[in-house]
Nanobody, 124 residues
Framework: QLQASGGGLVQAGGSLRLSCAAS????????MAWFRQAPGEEREFVAA????????RYAESVKGRFTVSGDSAKNTVYLQMNSLKPEDTAVYYC???????????????????WGQGTQVTVSS
């Protein structure tokens, strides 16, 4: 089970940190990722973290602003979001990929487990 939290309302230029607490699975055994979905839009890849915690992948739209990280002791994955823009407004989901891949996946269909989502709203 994945439990996402940390969303909220923030002004443009502000920061938020999302957390994804895992239970029943160990994040070091999964590729972990964050996706987001705005109203009327498809689910969009945001960032991914490798099993080792050393490899990352980001969508072009968030590179340099967002940072994905993990804490194995807490079995939790984080998404630090800085310099937020109104277009970052969406429901953010964390997900876990059980398969070993050469490259971290950005495809929602590759992820087996999903959290319930947390709303992020950025006002202009």
């Amino acid at each position: 089970q994945l439990q996402a939290s940390g969303g909220g309302l923030v002004q443009a230029g502000g920061s938020l940190r999302l957390s994804c607490a895992a239970s029943g699975l160990t994040i070091s055994s999964y590729g972990m990722a964050w996706f987001r979905q705005a109203p009327g839009e498809e689910r969009e890849f945001v960032a991914a973290l490798s099993r080792s915690g050393l490899g990352t992948r980001y969508a072009e739209s968030v590179k340099g602003r967002f940072t994905v990280s993990g804490d194995s002791a807490k079995n939790t994955v984080y998404l630090q979001m800085n310099s937020l823009k109104p277009e970052d407004t969406a429901v953010y989901y964390c997900a876990a990929d059980s398969r070993m891949r050469l490259v971290l996946s950005n495809a929602p269909g590759h992820y087996d487990y999903w959290g319930q989502g947390t709303q992020v709203t950025v006002s202009s």
